[in-house]
């Protein structure tokens, strides 16, 4: 077994520093293991720079793995490296849609006998990368209005945001087009419009149901479920994913998506920024390497 450089969070708390321990302990008894835990890109930067060879093992989440990914982009390193991932976030939404195993132990056992396959990325018109997927819309804005009650509420601000959101969502006026397509124009508000290469956001919501983290596509869904009993019916056939079968539902794939409009906030990997009025995103196919169970 090659030898692994694995990254982890120095801030992980005290359950997740158990389960990387386990891990740990699985993979060392066929491999040579390093651990490096950073907080800080420069942190970050350094570790990538003294890797080498070594097949470098995210443990952590979707934010982790983006980070880690984007600075080997930044380094122009993504294209020869080879990733493992031991999910210990708390969405794990890329994990869940490459059958990468929740438990870190198994997960571990997985990345040891797994093969090297090539996954998709997407990139942005300012050279950002999103890993999983990006939405702009309801689910961004609602993120955008909990972070501002959180800093005078404290962590109880996420969920009031929520709540606020659901009773009163945020809708956005964009003009969608999907490869040179005009799919969504400025006439009427939507409710959501998601870019997906893997297939969930929020710890399984599959926003983006059939979407396939390596085929060489984007999934486009737009909701236009703007009115009271069309978000709650929206809502429903989100939790079994169906809502993109609605009909005031577009679902498409393609290969570069540009929005425009708004302004809007984008929330990419779970990160919020913005706002914005126009924005491309593009699939990179084969951009880097994965570890994927045999």
Known sequence: MDPLLVIANRSAGSTDEENLAAA???????ASVELCKTSRPDELDGVLHRAGSRRIVVAGGDGS??????ALHRRNQLRDA?????PLGTGNDLARAVGIPLDPEEAARALLSGRPQPMDLILDEVGGI??????VGAGAEASVRAAGLKKRLGRIGYPIGALRTALRPATVRVRVEVDGK?????DDPVLQVAVGNGS????????????????????VMISRSTGPLAR????????FATHHKRDDVTYLRGREVFVSGGPFHCSADGEIY?????????????????VLPG
């Not at 999103?130 to 939405?135: D, K, L, S």
């Not at 005009?182 to 400025?186: E, I, K, N, P, Q």
């Not at 913005?274 to 994965?290: D, I, K, L, S």
């Open 24 to 30: 740990l302990d699985t993979l060392r008894q066929q």
């Open 65 to 70: 793995l983006h980070a880690v990914l984007s």
């Open 82 to 86: 080879v990733i493992g991932l031991i």
């Open 130 to 135: 999103v890993v999983n997927g990006v939405h």
């Open 182 to 186: 005009v799919v969504r124009d400025l």
């Open 200 to 219: 969930s956001v929020g710890g399984g919501a599959e926003l983006t149901p059939e979407a396939v983290p390596n085929d060489g596509m984007l999934d």
């Open 232 to 239: 709650f019916l929206y809502a429903g056939r989100l939790g």
């Open 274 to 290: 913005g706002p914005e009025t126009h924005r491309t995103w593009r699939v990179v196919p084969e951009a880097y390497q994965m």
